[in-house]
């Protein structure tokens, strides 16, 4: 059985169709990567998989369980599902180590030593145990996702969900996030991830979810989507990425 | 005798007698309006000049009157003033120094804000076609604040009418002592007058200030863009 | 002026400060309590409350607290509702003084970004746990100068108290003026009664502000 399924989801804003018949599934353990143009729907989707947006038909699974139609139970829903954002929204008034520990504490309740212990561990997996004191705004953009992964992380989420979290990092920092989720896929973590590093997506990927105007207009295997895309719309998002034709001095003609 | 419950407020003269009080609440308000809009606007305008002195002696006179509530500024002028220098004057006189005094102040800070606000290059701008100073107020800056002050400005009418109410304390006849009169004069036949009568007036203050908040907030949102 | 009369009648000044405190002090935790409370209904747009809520903002706000006191404290008890001076005082505060505080919580509320809330539910916690951890901290700390400016306008609304017979500093004024027709030194002690109480306030307001202006949490 797959661990997450989403079964013919639409979603409409006003009136506007932003999700067209979404369906899919992700084995446990499995690394998929969502591509697509800005303003396709990926962001929309995740949200959706988390309620944080409400879907007007279509139905989510989690461990085959439909989880979209009490809308009481997100809370309990949402600790099983891990999400990390692009914006950086570590909570500014907690310190790094409360914000790693409010969700355990307060959503799931759990013993203090326990979670401290947890939380010590993770934050030393990547690199911060030193920080844990430090305030969100006395730290970089990278740390503070690295922080926001691991706040996720403690909840012992049963998939992971990343929304282009190195999209508004500077250039050099985007390396020490990346790396964070290289790790996780290793360890088998369930992950759906929404990037448009196409270098980490080809590494991290098992499967490519490719969306355009709302719909899934392909699904391949990494390797195949990445050498081979099947669809036109899949070929041009891939040459937007690729610089080698424009190459200063180089002339352009040579190729065709 | 039957308590004549609500009807004190229409009995004899009664209404009409409080509709007079109440017309001399809101004269003292407006008059201390105008007073403080008048000299306002240029104290603003000093407060936002270069010359640090001048700026410091403004800025002492706004915390001095903010400081200090405006009950115990009409005590000092009320009780103060005449034992200092001999003059007495009528409770309605003190209200309006006292209310003109301090509105100037509050209206002076809402100018000050109004002019800083407006982008420097503004001003820099009215130089360079070689305006005057009193050209650039009169023609660049004035216009454009006041659409800024103006919500702010017509809040402060509200303000000053709220504060007017104290003035009873001092003396003045306006509508809650006039309230109080009748209450005292229909003791016998209206036991109840005073719930009737302070009610009353709670509800004609209500009436003349909601719809004058209302007005702003409706300016402050057409304006927001 | 006469010093050794100003020294006799300043234990009267001290008591006479003590009760505006007290007053102010209730009156304001008052008003802070009622203005979340309705900033939080208007906040999250509950039904009906909102109503009733907005009916009271607005009462409070376009009426004078002196017609207010005068109301509950004479008006009332004909209607069979007697309460003392001191309750309607506290009253009459906080009937004013809430719908300001709840103006200062509604900035601090807006301020709290839709992302920040977003990361607290995505934790799996339940609204309640949201508003109260991640929502109220980061409004509240927004909105500490405008609840300083609203405390500090509280304590000076005290001073019309003396209309329904209460012992603060203005009575005590009064009361000297009226009896010792010693006004001079009266209002002497009146204005530095005031300036002992607002003046520190007003200071450490001002340094609040400028504090919050250039740092934030963690500095
Ligand atoms: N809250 C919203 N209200 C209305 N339209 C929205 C909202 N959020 C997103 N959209 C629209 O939905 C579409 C998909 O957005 P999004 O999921 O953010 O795309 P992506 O993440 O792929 O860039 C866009 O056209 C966007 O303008
Ligand atoms: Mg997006």
Redesign the pocket.
């Known amino acids: 059985m797959a661990l997450l399924e989403v079964i013919g989801l639409n979603k409409y804003?006003?009136g506007?169709h932003?999700l067209k018949d979404i369906s899919f599934s992700v084995e446990k353990g499995e690394v998929v990567v969502i591509l697509?143009p800005?303003?396709?729907?990926?962001?929309?989707?995740l949200r959706c998989i988390n309620g944080l947006e409400e879907i007007q038909s279509g139905q989510i699974k989690l461990n085959g369980e439909v989880i979209n139609e009490d809308s009481t139970k997100w809370h309990l829903i949402r600790q099983k599902i891990g999400m990390v954002f692009q914006s950086y929204d570590l909570f500014p008034h907690m310190t790094v180590y409360e914000n790693i520990l409010l969700g355990p504490l307060k959503a799931q309740k759990r013993d203090k030593k326990e979670v401290a212990r947890q939380a010590e561990e993770l934050l030393d997996r990547v690199g911060l145990l030193d920080r844990k004191n430090f305030y969100p705004r006395q730290l970089s953009g990278g740390q503070r996702q690295r922080v926001a992964i691991v706040r996720a992380l403690c909840m012992n989420p049963e998939i992971m969900l990343f929304d282009e979290v190195t999209a508004s990092l500077d250039p050099e920092m985007v390396r020490e996030v990346l790396d964070v989720m290289l790790e996780l896929a290793k360890e088998g973590m369930t992950m759906i991830i929404?990037t448009h590093e196409m270098e980490f997506a080809k590494a991290v990927a098992d499967r490519i979810i490719f969306i355009d105007g709302g719909e899934i207009t392909e699904v391949a295997e990494a390797q195949e989507f990445f050498t081979q895309p099947k669809t036109e719309r899949a070929k041009n998002f891939l040459n937007i990425f690729n610089f080698k034709e424009y190459k200063k001095g180089v002339d352009n003609n040579e190729k065709i | 005798m039957q308590d004549l419950g609500i009807r004190v407020l229409i009995e004899g003269n009664n209404l009409y007698r409080l509709m007079g009080g109440l017309l001399v609440t809101v004269k003292i308000a407006l008059i201390s309006v105008i007073i403080s809009i008048i000299f306002g606007i240029p104290f603003g305008i000093v407060m936002t000049s270069k010359n640090k002195l001048l700026r410091l002696v403004c800025r002492a006179y706004l915390e001095a009157v903010r400081i200090i509530p405006v009950m115990v500024w009409l005590f000092i002028f009320y009780f103060g003033v005449p034992k200092l220098t001999g003059i007495h004057l009528a409770g309605d006189v003190v209200s309006v120094i006292v209310f003109s005094i301090w509105g100037t102040a509050e209206k002076g800070d809402l100018v000050r804000g109004a002019v800083t606000s407006l982008p420097k290059h503004q001003k820099e701008s009215g130089k360079a076609i070689g305006l005057t100073n009193v050209q650039i107020y009169r023609y660049i800056i004035i216009p454009q604040s006041v659409r800024r002050l103006l919500p702010a400005t017509i809040n402060l009418v509200t303000r000053m009418i709220k504060t007017t109410s104290l003035v009873v304390l001092i003396g003045v006849v306006e509508v809650l002592k006039v309230g109080q009169q009748v209450i005292e004069s229909f003791v016998l036949q209206s036991p109840s007058a005073s719930f009737w009568v302070y009610g009353f007036i709670f509800f004609l203050y209500f009436i003349i200030c909601y719809p004058i908040s209302l007005f702003v907030r409706k300016l402050e949102l057409r304006w927001k863009e | 002026m006469d010093i050794d009369f100003i020294l006799e009648i300043s234990s009267l000044y001290l008591e006479a400060g003590k009760f505006t405190l007290k007053l102010a002090f209730i009156g304001i935790i008052l008003s802070l309590l009622i203005g979340i409370f309705c900033s939080l209904v208007n906040y999250y747009k509950v039904k009906f409350l909102k109503k009733i809520v907005n009916w009271y903002i607005e009462l409070s706000r376009n009426t004078p607290l002196l017609i207010q006191l005068f109301f509950l404290y004479y008006g009332l008890p004909k209607v069979g509702i007697k309460l003392g001076a001191f309750t309607c005082a506290v009253i009459g505060l906080a009937f004013l003084g809430g719908s300001y505080m709840a103006e200062a919580f509604r900035g601090g509320l807006e301020a709290v970004s839709k992302a920040q809330i977003e990361a607290g539910l995505s934790l799996g916690l339940t609204k309640a746990q949201v508003t109260r951890y991640i929502i109220f901290p980061q409004a509240l700390a927004v909105s500490i100068p405008s609840i300083g400016a609203n405390a500090i306008f509280i304590i000076k609304e005290t001073s019309i108290v003396s209309a329904i017979s209460l012992k603060d500093l203005m009575f005590v004024t009064k009361d000297i003026i009226g009896i010792y027709y010693k006004t001079n030194e009266a209002l002497l002690m009146l204005v530095v009664a005031y300036l002992i109480i607002l003046l520190p306030l007003s200071l450490l307001l001002t340094y609040v502000e400028r504090r919050l202006r250039y740092a934030g949490f963690g500095n």
């Open positions: 804003f006003d506007f932003v697509g800005s303003g396709s729907g990926k962001s929309t989707l929404v």
